[in-house]
């Protein structure tokens, strides 16, 4: 039971970072496309492997 001293503190801490964390991302505008990305997926042009690149540029 002692541990619970220790333990409480921390999941409250990384909950804190967490909640943190999502609002950084609101205020950051990483969630104002949420259609665009279920839409290109359906786009015929959508690959889904990387371009190849070239050789010349590994040697």
Partial sequence: ?????????????LGGIGLAAFFWALKDRQFEDPLGDANRILKPDWEDHPAPQSKSASS
């Fill in 1 to 13: 039971m002692d541990i619970l001293i220790y333990l409480i503190p921390a999941s409250l801490l």
